[in-house]
């Protein structure tokens, strides 16, 4: 396996490992600033591969803050491997996922975020949202790059494969497909539709999103609003 980086915001960047047992890309988000932050840490057995990725951007000791949606091996198990390398490195996530997962699992405190909760990296503020069991589970949050308005937006508008770093075209169709080729799959039933579903998506449509950084799939650039409204329809 290898990693693929590419730039797919101004100072976003895109590691993308294909992992040929799964048959899908692992997608992490490193934004380059004073304070660098990476979305998802990957798998811990694949932490070398990640590790040599961030390395051909920034220094990995020098990385600040770990980003995460929700407690799950591809988000966060190298989480540990991370804190051991980079003595500034502090994890950030929701306060269920601070509070009923990492202070037991991680080797460092974290940093507990509240809902809307902004914070500076340097130049680029990141506003959190809280958005339990949006793409799944209790713990979920998203982050948001406001200066240039990328949404990292964990599972959601997962699709299979090794498709192209970046498209213009829609990614909502490949979403779609996917979810119900899934069906019949053993991993069926991933993404519930909860009560708080809806309103969660409206939510993330009102922040306008310019690009869409998935961790499973192509990165979206255009309407983002667009976008995931069309995926509420
Ligand atoms: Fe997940
Ligand atoms: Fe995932």
Redesign the pocket.
């Known amino acids: 396996m290898e990693s693929k980086v590419t730039e797919v915001a101004p100072d976003v960047y895109r590691i993308s490992t294909f992992h040929p047992d799964y048959q899908i890309q692992f997608n992490q988000f490193l934004i380059k600033d004073d304070e660098p932050f990476l979305m998802h840490t990957g798998f811990r057995r694949m932490f070398e591969l990640t590790r040599a990725a961030v390395a051909s951007v920034i220094d990995p000791a020098t990385l600040r803050w770990i980003g995460f949606s929700h407690f799950?091996p591809?988000?966060c198990g190298a989480l540990n491997e991370w804190l051991g390398i980079a003595p500034q490195a502090q994890p950030v996530c929701s306060f269920v996922g601070s509070t009923v997962m990492l202070n037991d699992f991680a080797d460092r405190p974290a940093r507990p975020l509240n809902d809307n909760e902004t914070f500076e990296i340097g130049r680029r503020r990141l506003r959190f949202l809280a958005t339990p069991h949006v793409p799944h589970g209790w713990d979920a949050g998203l982050f948001f790059e406001e200066t240039d308005r990328t949404l990292l937006c964990?599972?959601l508008f997962f699709h299979p494969g090794d498709p192209e770093p970046m498209t213009e075209s829609d990614i909502i169709g490949r979403a779609r497909e996917s979810i119900i080729a899934g069906q019949k799959s053993p991993l069926a039933k991933d993404m519930p539709y909860t009560p708080y579903t809806h309103t969660t998506l409206q939510r993330l449509a009102g922040l306008e999103p310019q690009t869409l950084g998935l961790?499973?799939g192509s990165t979206y650039r255009g309407d983002g609003q667009k976008a995931i409204l069309d995926w509420l329809r």
């Open positions: 799950e591809d988000e964990s599972d961790m499973h």
